[in-house]
């Protein structure tokens, strides 16, 4: 009876966050189509396009090693929904969020990227691998803003309380009502770090590097079709999904129901429910719809600049002043 | 970065024939080490179609200026303006200066659109998709001029020898001056996204770059040549139609920022600066437009007569949006099509710098500095040999081509 009702409920949970990022996905190009001024397709475009992918052929190229080519699609949408389990979502406590922690969603992060690497090497193409190259040095390369900034977090978290890299702890005691003026700046900081961390670790304009269409003809999926590339449609797709809810159990983590005083469980979850949806969509459009719009793609060396040097040095400001405040107060 | 942790073992990779990065069929081979860019090689002639054979088959001269309008969909102006402007010469016809005005007005309508669409390209290629449908809109302008000018979008038919098929009325001006006026308004918006974007200067800057010897070696000409500092300009050099009344002066980057690099960024400050040379030069044109007729002979039956009855070469050379085009025509008396018909189209010669400029810079850049010369494929052809029966392909070598080439010089000569 248990196992039924804990299968049951991680395929809630999986189903629901696969609608509503299919939905945000949506949301997202019709957005930016009218920053473009452009009319955009219809917001319930990402779910035609997972069934159109669905029903096309899917290829496998003579050159490609056949069994890593198919299973890399399964690894990277395995291991993205994985993330679903461990992170916060629409309000509640991660499903597994007894068994890991911040730590934890990291490593699993990078594992969605490991199987694209997997995918570009194995397809034989010349662009492809070159597209797997790309998303190896751009992975490299964000991993150390990532940890910096989570560790900061945590490291100002820990002073107070105890296990400061459990989800429920940081939702417990958030950042911001435990620093002051310096430290809010300081928190503002990672919390912009970890927002550019958020548009490469999607792999969106100006990261979209290993991907680039213009340069690479599509890079590391250049050789996929119909199920296998609708796989790695729904993995990115959820990986979003996953990273805005990262930023928001990391840096506002709060509630709407204690604050407007709804008691009821099944109310106050559904306000919860919406209230998590708004923080990510904020989150959303700052780091993917908003960026993707401003800017032009970096060249690799000039995006793992931007990472290694620049985002590195602006979250250890962060840290910096987060420190600085505790000296003061 | 990556570079010196691979082994330097390289691998080509093949760009084109059909490839995202390019609007029409070429091939570039790239050896590459990681991401450096050793080796580049150019190879044409996907996109041949037989024009020049097939203008010279016509049942005459007039006929092959639609011929020459569909070399090319952007440069549809500047391949008839220099076909006609050959026969004109072959044939001794001279336009009158009525027309040569308008022939200059439309001729630079041309460039302002191609302009325009290249910076659209050029931001599409680095990913800046926003400032490519920006672009785009801002095109829609010029593109609803000239329909309204010429009657069409595209292919415009404006060229007759000796003069033009339509006239610019006085009812005209206002609706024309009103398009010149937006693009002076939004000039300075475009300038400020192209010029001062970091993203931009990031991709552009120090990308790409041909010194002023490279090409003045490789012959480089338009926007492209006079973006390395060399400030060639046909229409300053050798003023055709009504470009001789107007002060025309070449454009090179040090006008805004007081150096030549020769990079793409300087190739970008060289189109936006066309586009408001051309927006000026339209305006003196229809200021000092004079009346009077726009055919030299209204009559097509004289003029074929007269053609026909030609006998001699003509060149006719115009300053096309991507550099100088040239047609070359002979006309034999009695003969009623062009005897010969030559096409040098600017991207032929442009693409001479084409391995110059990639060598050393990483794969990323490929598609913007390729763009940056604003090739124009079907322009350019070449030769490949298909022998079907013994099912070969071979590409006709410099020493092939040359020997043929006297041969038909010897031949032509008789």
Redesign the interface.
């Known amino acids: 009876m248990n196992v039924i009702v804990i299968i049951a409920t991680f395929i809630c949970v999986v189903g629901l966050s696969t609608i509503f990022s299919l939905l945000y996905r949506g949301v997202d190009r019709k957005l930016v189509a009218h ?4 009319v955009g397709p219809p917001v319930v475009q990402p779910f035609r396009d997972v069934r159109k992918l669905l029903m096309k052929e899917n290829i496998i190229p003579d050159g490609a090693i056949s069994w890593l080519f198919t299973a890399a699609p399964f690894i990277c949408l395995i291991t993205s929904a994985l993330l679903l389990f461990y992170i916060p979502l629409f309000g509640q406590e991660a499903l597994l969020g007894g068994y890991g922690d911040a730590i934890l969603v990291i490593y699993l992060l990078i594992l969605p990227s490991l199987a694209l690497v997997l995918a570009g090497f194995a397809s034989s193409s ?2 492809a691998t ?1 597209g797997a ?2 998303e190896m ?1 751009i992975m490299m390369s964000y991993e150390l803003p990532l940890a910096i900034t989570v560790v900061s977090l945590a490291w100002r978290i820990g002073r107070v309380a105890d296990n400061p890299f459990m989800f429920s702890t940081i939702a417990e005691s958030p950042i911001w009502s435990l620093v002051g003026p310096l430290g809010t700046i300081g928190s503002l900081i990672l919390l912009f770090a970890l927002l550019v961390v958020t548009t490469g670790e999607a792999g969106k ?2 990261f ?2 290993a991907e ?7 890079g590391l999926l250049v050789e996929y079709s119909g199920r296998n590339l609708c796989l790695f449609y729904l993995a990115d797709i959820i990986k979003t999904f996953a990273l805005a809810s990262l930023v928001v159990a990391l840096f506002i983590p709060y509630n709407l129901s204690p604050l407007v005083g709804i008691g009821a469980p099944v109310l106050a979850g559904i306000v919860d429910g919406l209230f998590f949806l708004v923080k990510a969509f904020a989150v959303m459009f700052i780091s993917i719809s908003v960026i993707r ?10 995006a ?2 931007v990472y290694i040097i620049a985002m590195t040095l602006i979250s250890l400001f962060g840290l910096i002043l987060l420190s600085v405040d505790l000296m003061v107060s | ?2 570079q010196e942790e ?1 082994k330097k073992a390289t ?4 760009v084109g024939p059909i ?3 390019l609007k029409e069929p070429i091939r570039l081979a790239l050896t ?1 080490d ?2 450096e860019i050793v080796d580049a090689d150019v190879f044409v002639g996907q996109v041949h179609r037989g024009i020049e054979w097939l203008g010279m088959n016509r049942n005459n001269p007039v006929q092959s200026i639609y011929l020459a309008e569909r070399i090319c969909g952007i440069c549809n102006i500047s391949h008839p303006f220099s076909l006609v402007m050959a026969v004109e010469q072959a044939a001794g016809i001279t336009p009158p200066p009525r027309a040569e005005y308008i022939r200059a007005i439309i001729a630079e309508m041309e460039r302002i659109h191609s302009h325009l669409l290249w910076a659209g390209v050029a ?9 490519f ?2 672009v785009w ?1 801002v095109r829609e302008e010029i593109m609803d001029l000239v329909e309204y000018v010429t009657g069409n979008r595209v292919t415009k038919a404006m060229f007759q020898i000796g003069g033009l098929r339509r006239d610019i009325t006085e009812e005209q001006f206002p609706r024309i001056r009103q398009s010149l006026d937006y693009y002076k308004s939004v000039f300075d918006q475009l300038k400020r996204v192209f010029l001062d ?4 200067q ?2 552009t800057r120090n990308v790409g770059i041909l010194k002023k010897e490279d090409a003045l070696k490789l012959l480089i000409c338009g926007p492209s040549g006079r973006a390395s500092g060399v400030p060639k300009d046909v229409r300053q050099d050798q003023p055709y139609a009504a470009y001789a009344d107007l002060d025309i002066k070449a454009i090179t980057p040090d006008m805004v920022t007081g150096t030549v690099v020769g990079d793409v960024y300087d190739r970008i400050i060289v189109r936006l600066l066309e586009v408001k040379q051309a927006i000026e030069i339209i305006e003196q044109c229809l200021e000092k437009m004079p009346p009077g007729p726009i055919l030299a002979q209204p009559k097509i039956a004289v003029l074929l007569k007269a053609l026909t009855q030609a006998e001699g070469e003509g060149i006719g050379r115009a300053e096309a949006p991507r550099g100088e085009v040239i047609h070359y025509v002979r006309l034999e008396a009695g003969q009623s099509t062009l005897a010969t018909w030559k096409v040098r189209a600017p991207t032929y010669v442009n693409l001479m710098a084409v391995p110059t400029i990639l060598k050393g810079m ?6 913007i500095i390729f763009a940056s010369l604003d090739p124009c494929m079907s322009c350019t052809n070449r030769m490949i040999i298909t022998d079907r029966a013994l099912r070969k392909k071979s590409i006709m070598s410099y020493e092939e081509m040359h020997r043929l080439s006297l041969q038909k010089t010897e031949k032509l000569r008789r």
């Open positions: 920053m473009q001024g452009r010349p662009y070159v190259q790309r040095v304009v100006p979209d590097i680039a269409e213009t340069e690479i003809a599509g719009t401003a800017v032009a793609r970096f060249k690799i060396s000039q793992s600049w | 970065m990556m691979t691998y080509t990779i093949p490839h995202p990065a590459v990681g991401e931001a599409h290629e680095i990913g800046f998709d926003t400032v449908y920006l809109r974007d970091k993203t931009i990031m991709r990483q794969i990323a850049d490929v598609p």
